[in-house]
């Protein structure tokens, strides 16, 4: 398996989860399980790829600039897990900020899987992708 496969099986795992989390309705268990487990995930995963794919990236010249747009949207992610941490479950504005989420979340996922997996191809020999995703992997079913 490579780092792009690994990393987009993540992403299917994130996408099934706000699918179901913008769903949810009210101060209800499901909602907390789910929302739980999202932010858990996306945490984890954010973790997993700035050490396992952006930072081997960061140095080439082809791909600083979107290793570093990667990492803001990580950052602009955490900034509305936040707000959902602030907000009461049973609040309308809950439901808005976490379809403002599940946007911004499905962006980053496309610019990765179809721009930066691309570009970092380039980068990346076989052995390279290889190493990387068990490394990554290795992250992610340490910390999960």
């Known amino acids: 398996m490579t780092i792009f496969e690994s990393i987009r099986k993540d992403h299917d795992t994130q996408r099934d ?41 960061i140095s080439n010249d082809m791909m600083q600039e979107k290793a570093r747009h990667g990492i803001a949207e990580h950052h602009e992610i955490d900034e509305l897990l936040e707000q959902l941490d602030d907000t009461d479950y049973s609040s309308s504005a809950w439901l808005k900020i976490a379809k403002d989420l599940k946007e911004k979340v499905e962006h980053h996922l496309e610019d990765e899987e179809h721009t930066f997996f691309q570009l970092a191809g380039k ?13 990554y992997r290795s992250y992610m079913d340490t910390n999960l």
């Open 17 to 57: 989860l706000l699918e179901k989390l913008v769903k949810t309705s009210g101060d209800s268990n499901e909602r907390d399980v789910l929302y739980k487990q999202l932010k858990n995930e996306l945490n984890i995963h954010a973790e997993a790829e700035e050490r396992h794919f952006y930072k081997p990236l």
């Open 123 to 135: 980068v990346f020999n076989e052995q390279q992708k290889t190493a990387l995703a068990k490394d």
